[in-house]
């Protein structure tokens, strides 16, 4: 088909391809009022005390206590991360502990390294007590396993929440995004429809 062809036959069909984009453009419109996901977020700061304390500036037991921290940083994702913390907190909140369960706990929550010692957690959900549940048994989970592993390695390293509770907060759904993927899903499909509608002829 050459394109003055395709070019005739997409003014002919320009009122059905005006209409599907607006009726896209709206449907993008309404689908940004749908009420967004909580969000229950806490940030947790690994650290770990000198041998010797000192009132120099700079010591070598000071340096290594820090490096030491940072490694233990991503040991303290991997806990977060880990299965069977997820189902410690499974067992928690008395879920059963079934593979889709898991599978839905590790959906729910992300881990993140925001520093050489600072560790975010973010639990997510579209009910807001359930959001605050799941993010206090995780965390509680998380800092009670921390201290097995530092009892059992190194006394001196400590796991602790920069806050006393989570911040939470409801997802705002960026407007004119939703609106302009409403449209070009509009317009694609009314192109999909036409091209079906002659190949079909």
Not at 22 to 41: D, Q
Not at 70 to 84: G, I, K, P
């Amino acid at each position: 088909m050459e394109l003055k062809e395709i070019l005739k036959i997409l003014k002919k069909k320009r009122s059905e391809i005006v209409i599907f984009t607006l009726c896209g453009g709206l449907l993008g419109l309404a689908a940004s009022f749908i009420p967004g996901k909580f969000k229950a977020e806490a940030s947790y700061f690994v650290g770990r005390t000198a041998d010797k304390p000192s009132s120099e500036f700079f010591t070598y037991e000071g340096y290594y206590a820090q490096q030491t921290a940072q490694s233990y940083t991503n040991t303290a994702v991997a806990l977060l991360e880990s299965q069977d913390l997820k189902r410690s907190v499974l067992g928690e909140l008395e879920i059963p502990v079934t593979d889709t369960n898991l599978r839905k706990l590790s959906r729910s929550y992300r881990v993140s390294k925001n520093g050489p010692q600072v560790i975010t957690l973010t639990v997510a959900d579209y009910n807001y007590d359930k959001s605050v549940t799941t993010f206090t048994a995780i965390s509680t989970k998380f800092l009670d396993s921390s201290d097995k592993v530092s009892a059992g390695s190194d006394e001196n390293i400590s796991v602790s929440s920069l806050s006393d509770n989570p911040v939470v907060r409801q997802e705002q759904r960026p407007l004119p995004y939703f609106i302009l993927g409403g449209l070009l899903f509009g317009l694609a499909v009314s192109m999909l429809k036409i091209t079906f509608k002659e190949y079909l002829k």
